[in-house]
């Protein structure tokens, strides 16, 4: 089975920076598109960034700007950069991506707050 971990959540206070990791455990991890999403309380799940595998990335708006989606494919790890947090971007993370309908990781939880 293909598993991905994800890693890098905490508590930061609003303007700060996290980077949010997610490993894959599958050396085909270059050939499939990969996102983040977030879901916070009360809240439907969110898109928040997508990467294919060629590398073209998509942000959801209200992040553009701040975060930035990258991957490492040597690694099989996808990264989520996110800078100037604020309160609103509390959420659980999960990252997704793989073959049919993918795969999605166990959730990293980002609270910002001060």
């Known amino acids: 089975q293909v598993q991905l971990v994800e890693s890098g959540g905490g508590l930061v206070q609003p303007g700060g920076s996290l980077r949010l990791s997610c490993a894959a455990s599958?050396?085909?991890?270059?050939?499939?598109?990969m996102a983040w999403y977030r879901q916070a309380p009360g809240k439907q799940r969110e898109l928040v960034a997508t990467?294919?595998?060629?590398?073209?990335?998509n942000y959801a708006d209200s992040v553009k700007g701040r975060f930035t989606i990258s991957r490492d494919n040597a690694r099989a790890t996808v990264y989520l950069q996110m800078n100037s947090l604020n309160p609103a971007d509390t959420a659980v993370y999960h990252c997704?991506?793989?073959?049919?309908?993918?795969?999605w990781g166990q959730g990293t939880q980002v609270t910002v707050s001060s």
């Open positions: 997704h991506g793989g073959p049919r309908a993918g795969y």
């Open positions: 599958r050396s085909i991890f270059s050939i499939y598109d």
């Open positions: 990467i294919s595998s060629g590398g073209s990335t």
